[in-house]
């Protein structure tokens, strides 16, 4: 078989693929709200020192993100204070699970999708 043989095949197999980056959820498709998320699925709950610490994130930038997961109806936020320091705790909501597993389903098919030929060096 010839390279470009190879090529037109890889190119058929592609059209019918969905590479449309607009199917994956915007909300999600951030760098510090997918940690977050992806720390909050690992748990039942976290406050929000230890989803900081997790993440690696800042305090500001943190707070921005999670108020856009909890607007969207991703995440539970629930306020309380220990010892006069407000306490944060976070939680996924049904909403949100839902939303961040079919978020995995669908980046995971742009993984899944076959590899083209064309930008392999070695052909």
């Known amino acids: 078989m010839n390279t470009q043989s190879k090529?037109?095949?890889?190119?058929l197999q592609n059209e019918e693929k969905d590479y449309n980056y607009k199917q994956l959820d915007k909300v999600i498709h951030?760098?510090?709200r997918f940690a977050a998320l992806c720390y909050l699925d690992s748990v039942d709950q976290a406050s929000f020192v230890e989803i900081r610490?997790?993440?690696?994130a800042t305090d500001g930038n943190l707070s921005v993100h999670m108020r856009k997961l909890e607007a969207a109806g991703?995440?539970?936020c629930d306020k309380t204070y220990s010892k006069?320091?407000?306490l944060s705790?976070?939680?996924?909501?049904d909403t949100g699970r839902s939303a961040f597993t079919?978020?995995?389903s669908k980046l995971g098919d742009f993984f899944s999708l076959p590899f083209s030929p064309v930008h392999d060096k070695n052909l």
């Open 74 to 76: 991703y995440v539970y």
């Open 53 to 56: 610490d997790g993440i690696s």
């Open 89 to 93: 705790t976070y939680r996924i909501t």
């Open 7 to 11: 090529v037109q095949g890889s190119d």
């Open 102 to 104: 079919e978020y995995r």
């Open 30 to 32: 951030s760098r510090i």
């Open 84 to 86: 006069r320091v407000p």
